[in-house]
């Protein structure tokens, strides 16, 4: 072989080894880019916060302070979009279809602890299709009534009840709201007959009971608050452990002799089918991040919410659990089942 031979020869397998390497690359490469993708960090793009309930409600409110909080620690702006009606079924159920990480549930304790006890066709599994993040207050409900009836205590309450039996009505946001099961506890404690009458918004709840269209209800923490102060609602008293720290002057259920300490909050939630634990890590630090502002907690107790440090994921996960036995008994209790 002549050297013009042996060259024209290593050229060739030069060429050959190159189009080798491009080739093998090339097919690497498909395979390549969803791993890149899935180690871009989340988020990634703009956040939607579902929320359970109606604009100007305790939960929407409080969804809308943290979602600055949340845009500054992340990255991504997080804007908050209501979900309304069937005790937050509807919002949950919106969340866990969604099929993306980048759709975020703010639900109340009782859209996620006691709608499996009494809602035997749910349509998603609460502990596998949701991933909890992290807690966000601590509080109880309020009971209120219109001033027109007089009922400003649970003293109050019992005597107007028992005097005027089957003729009082009281509100909630819905069947099987924690409101709902309060009012179960309170006639099984007392004897006493009260109807039910659940809304599917705690704005037309707050409206009719301001106008005097049904006597009294059970709502949130935050909604009643600017109209006890100005005397368009009598606050009845609170549930939970402890007064709310904008309304102190309203006793709890316990200090008026029901004793009734089971808390109330808020959770953020991640949809499991499209989920990870990072992800669920990284939007648990930012919430950390958040609480811990003295202006955010300041703004949450002038709505009336104590804003405690937030838990782990983990813990918050636990915590669920141990509601569940609270809320699943009283469930139980009062024989209480949607069909």
Same mark, same amino acid.
């Given at each position: 072989?002549?050297?013009?031979?042996?060259?024209?020869?290593?050229?060739?397998?030069?060429?050959?080894?190159?189009?080798?390497?491009?080739? @093998?690359?090339?097919? @690497? +490469?498909? %395979?390549?880019?969803?791993?890149a993708r899935a180690a871009a960090p989340w988020p990634s793009k703009p956040v939607r916060l579902v929320v359970t309930s109606s604009p100007g409600s305790g939960g929407d409110v409080f969804a809308r302070l943290l979602a600055p909080g949340l845009q500054s620690a992340l990255g991504q702006p997080f804007y908050v979009e209501n979900k309304v009606g069937a005790n937050g079924i509807i919002a949950n159920d919106f969340v866990v279809k969604s099929n993306d990480a980048h759709t975020v549930l703010f @639900?109340?304790?009782? %859209? !996620?602890?006691?709608?499996? /006890? !009494?809602?035997?066709?749910?349509?998603?599994?609460? =502990?596998?299709?949701?991933?909890?993040?992290?807690?966000?207050? +601590?509080?109880? $409900? /309020?009971l209120v009534a219109n001033p027109e009836t007089g009922i400003a205590s649970l003293a109050d309450l019992v005597r107007y009840a028992k005097a005027n039996p089957g003729k009082l009505s009281c509100g909630s946001w819905g069947n099987g709201s924690s409101g709902h099961l309060a +009012?179960?506890? +309170?006639?099984?404690?007392? *004897? $006493?007959? !009260?109807?039910?009458v659940p809304y599917k918004a705690l704005s037309t709840e707050l409206s009719d009971i301001i106008g005097n269209n049904i006597p009294m209800g059970f709502m949130d923490i935050a909604?009643?608050?600017?109209?006890?102060?100005?005397?368009?609602?009598?606050?009845?008293?609170v549930t *939970?452990?402890?007064? @709310?720290? %904008?309304?102190?002057?309203?006793?709890? /259920?316990?200090? =008026?002799g029901f004793r009734f300490d089971a808390d109330g909050w808020y959770g953020v939630f991640l949809p499991a089918g499209t989920s990870n634990p990072e992800m669920v890590e990284r939007l648990n630090q930012a919430l950390v991040q958040v609480a811990q502002s003295a202006d955010i907690r300041k703004k949450f107790e002038d709505q009336n919410m104590a804003l405690p440090a937030v838990k782990p994921a983990a813990e918050f996960a636990r915590s669920i659990q141990s509601d569940m036995k609270i809320w699943g008994g009283l469930a139980k209790l009062a024989d209480l089942k949607m069909s």
């Open positions: 072989m002549t050297s013009n031979d042996k060259e024209t020869t290593m050229n060739q397998l030069r060429i050959e080894r190159r189009t080798l390497l491009m080739a @093998a690359m090339a097919a @690497a +490469l498909p %395979a390549a880019l969803p791993l @639900a109340p304790s009782s %859209a !996620i602890v006691i709608n499996p /006890f !009494i809602q035997p066709k749910l349509p998603y599994d609460t =502990q596998r299709d949701l991933l909890p993040v992290g807690q966000i207050g +601590l509080s109880g $409900i /309020f +009012l179960e506890g +309170l006639k099984a404690h007392y *004897g $006493i007959d !009260i109807h039910h909604s009643p608050v600017p109209h006890i102060r100005n005397g368009k609602l009598l606050a009845v008293g *939970g452990t402890q007064r @709310a720290p %904008a309304t102190p002057q309203v006793p709890t /259920f316990t200090d =008026q």
